[in-house]
Structure formats: C-alpha cells, structure tokens
C-alpha cells in the first residue's frame, strides 16, 4: 500500500497519560498535515510540515501538543497530560507540494483516540 | 482567516436521483477548491477538485462549479447510486504552487436509498 499510513489505529488512554502518534506519508511527498476530526464535524487544521520545518501551527495546537518530522519522512505527533476534550480522530494528509497537481492533499485512516 | 459553510447538513435521495451540496467561503483570496467522501472509519478520500481559474469540472457522474464573485461552490452527483452514501466535505485554501492548508466544512451526510 503506497497511501498515507497512520499508527496506531486506535489509542485508548487515561487522562493525564502521554500518547505519541505516527504517520508516514506517500513516498516523495514533501508536505505533511495534522488535522483533528470530531464526531459530526470537518477535519481542523492542526499544523503542517515543509520537509523537516513546521511551517504553521493552529491555535488549536496547545502547548500539550507537539509534532516534529525530523528527517522529513514519517513525522510523531505527541500529547502530554491527555484531557477527555483530547478525545477525537488524528488525521495525517501529505501532498506533493509541486507540479501541477502539488496541492492535492491525501489523508490516511487516521488514529482514533479515546481519553477516559 | 477564511470560514467554509456547507449545506445542507444531511441529504437524501432515491437511487438515480440528483444530490447537489453547496458551499460557501469568505477569504476571497482562496483559489483551491477540493471535494471529500468520508466512510465509516477511514480517512477523507479526494474525489474532484478545481481551481479558481476554472468555472467548472466534471468527472463521470461528479460535477464541481465554482462562482467567484459570489463565492460559492457546488458538488453535483448525477445518478446516485447506493455506494455514494457517505459523509462529503467540501474544503477551501490559499493554495501556492506547493499547496497549502484546506478549511473544511462541516459535512454532508448523503444517503441514497435503492
């Protein structure tokens, strides 16, 4: 499979506890994108990566949250001190980011967290 | 920064039938305009988009028009069948020539009956 891949699937999680997710974009991909989705409502931009350099982060990315893509490959994003208002689906996209078709954003499965 | 309003919230439709959902955005300065489906447990699939130089799209049965001055943006699917049932998103961006951040709408949730 040579689409976006996200891991793990499912996190299920305490309050207080830290989880890390992981996504590995399609191969040659050199933009990479967070979003969070809710039950019921569009994905919301989180932050986005160029290569390695985290371009934009929304306000909606606290101080809890932190996203890093060292190698500009595969790219974690991590939350200390998990609240129940964590709880949502983590969507990772990633886009060519050149050429005619550069701007077409492909998402994977997602993770979906659930903080009791 | 830019707002996407979509509608209607829910839609359905007999099998055949037509499905148009509407969109509209405020940043009169987006010029990227994508289409979604989203099933049950997986991740949003692109299935059209257009760009702001371009009134209209068609791919087989799926249709996207887009008035600038007015600002709105539309999905059209032409003989809905039973598979097309799904969550669809419409989305909006400042789009460069390496592309940029879509804002979402809140989604339409088709159902097409048989």
């Known amino acids: 499979d040579t689409g976006v891949s996200q891991d793990p699937r499912h996190k299920i999680t305490k309050r207080g506890q830290n989880v890390t997710f992981r996504c590995d974009p399609i191969s040659e991909h050199n933009r990479l994108y967070w979003y969070r989705q809710t039950l019921g409502q569009g994905p919301e931009f989180l932050t986005y990566?160029?290569?390695?350099?985290?371009?934009?982060k929304s306000r909606l990315l606290s101080d809890r949250f932190s996203a890093e893509r060292p190698k500009g490959s595969f790219s974690t994003l991590e939350i200390q001190r998990t609240e129940q208002g964590d709880s949502a689906m983590y969507l990772c996209?990633?886009?060519?980011?050149?050429?005619?078709?550069?701007?077409?954003?492909?998402f994977g499965s997602g993770t979906q967290l659930s903080v009791l | 920064g830019e707002n996407v309003e979509q509608h209607p919230s829910t839609l359905s439709v007999q099998e055949g039938d037509s499905a148009v959902i509407k969109c509209t955005y405020s940043?009169?300065?987006?010029?990227?305009f994508p289409w979604y489906k989203q099933e049950l447990g997986k991740g949003p699939q692109l299935i059209i988009d257009?760009?702001?130089?371009?009134g209209e799209k068609k791919d087989q049965r799926i249709a996207v028009t887009l008035n600038k001055t007015a600002k709105h943006f539309s999905l059209h699917i032409t003989e809905t069948q039973p598979e097309d049932s799904a969550v669809y998103f419409c989305?909006?961006?400042?789009?460069?020539?390496?592309?940029?951040?879509?804002?979402f709408g809140q989604g339409t949730e088709l159902s097409v009956k048989p």
């Open positions: 996209a990633s886009s060519l980011g050149a050429g005619s078709t550069g701007e077409k954003l492909f």
């Open positions: 940043d009169s300065a987006s010029n990227y």
């Open positions: 989305a909006a961006s400042k789009a460069d020539n390496q592309g940029g951040k879509l804002i």
């Open positions: 257009i760009r702001s130089n371009v």
């Open positions: 990566f160029q290569n390695e350099a985290q371009l934009e």
